[in-house]
């Protein structure tokens, strides 16, 4: 008889769930959320697991590898299909997530969520925690100028570099707005080094990442995006067709469709938010930054004309995933177009 197991992960303890190959529940427990904790507690149950499920969460990478290397067989599932599966029940407990993803991985009917290696998980690291402390910065200078809007000083529109000249005027005359905004400004000059700091081991990393090299000759792709969607994508090989990362990426349009219904929405926003922000940022530079001529700015200044700029980023980030997928796999070069050509020979 075979036996498969649920686990519902939280940061302190993870409520585990068996069940067996009729769907009956032989075993309920909850353990510590420790790798040690779940192989010695799955050990002393004496069953031999045909499937270990649990959802992607911050702790899966390190539970993953602590479980498959003790021998189970351990799959993480995308968190909205497991979603999916347990939102039939009446109350949301970790005790009933746990029996619907034992039941999930009884059945089948999952979709493994591929684990990146440590060198994306630590790329991704840094790309989060550069736009991490770029947040802090941005809220830390919004509260300068609230703080100063509320005596009728207006700090305006400066450079980041003239922000602090410009703060020190409009405080002068006033010793205790002075004395505050010297501290925040101080905070954000820490945060301005920071925040260079971060970005000059991201170029070293890229510098030495031949992928990102690559992905760096299409337009518009700069060493930021080239390292998030390398971090991102980890393994090209995953996706059948270059199409499909474009979905991935939460890219594509949501679609309802029910009997005479069928409406298309705004794009699902259901992937990597940290790779999605990192093509809309290089579709914008692409279109309103770059002046040099290709076919793919071309199209998307069409779509601009006919739906916004809005509109017309999101499409360009949604080619440039497939563009980019498509280099990395076959190894080929960004195509300018006919008349990048053209001017070349000229």
Not at 38 to 43: C, E
Not at 239 to 255: I, K, Y
Request: hydrophobic share 45%.
């Amino acid at each position: 008889m075979g036996y498969f197991a649920g686990l519902d992960v939280s940061l302190e303890e993870t409520a585990i769930c068996i069940a067996d190959d009729a769907g009956v529940i032989v075993r309920e427990a909850r353990v510590a959320s420790e790798p040690e904790a779940l192989v010695a507690f799955f050990g002393a149950s004496g069953m031999a697991m045909e499937r270990v499920g649990l959802e992607a969460c911050s702790l899966t990478a390190w539970l993953h590898q602590g479980l498959t290397e003790a021998g189970l067989a351990a799959i993480c599932i995308e968190a909205r299909q497991a979603k999916g599966a347990v939102g039939a029940m009446s109350n949301k407990t970790d005790r009933n997530d746990a029996r619907g993803i034992a039941q999930i991985m009884r059945t089948g009917w999952y979709r493994v969520t591929p684990l990146k290696n440590p060198a994306c998980r630590s790329w991704r690291a840094l790309l989060t925690a550069r736009r991490m402390v770029l947040n802090k910065r941005r809220d830390v200078e919004n509260g300068v100028r609230a703080l100063l809007r509320e005596a009728g000083l207006k700090v305006g529109t400066p450079s980041r570099k003239t922000f602090a000249t410009r703060v020190g005027e409009l405080v002068a005359d006033d010793p205790v707005l002075a004395a505050l905004a010297g501290s925040l400004l101080s905070v954000i000059d820490v945060m301005t080094r920071e925040v260079d700091r971060l970005t000059k081991r991201i170029l070293d990393e890229v510098r030495v990442e031949p992928t990102c090299r690559r992905l760096m000759t299409v337009q518009g792709v700069g060493p930021l995006t080239a390292l998030a969607f390398r971090a991102t994508i980890d393994r090209p090989v995953r996706f059948r067709r270059s199409l499909d990362v474009g979905a991935h990426l939460g890219l594509t349009p949501r679609r309802y469709q029910s009997g005479e219904t069928d409406v298309q929405g705004r794009i699902s926003r259901c992937g990597d938010e940290l790779a999605r922000t990192a093509l809309y940022e290089a579709a914008h530079s692409l279109l309103i930054r770059s002046t040099k001529w290709s076919a793919l700015r071309a199209w998307g200044m069409n779509v601009a004309k006919r739906r916004g700029m809005a509109r017309a980023r999101v499409a360009v980030a949604r080619k440039l995933a497939v563009i980019l997928h498509r280099i990395w796999t076959d190894g080929s070069e960004f195509r300018w177009g006919k008349q990048a050509a053209a001017s070349v020979t000229a």
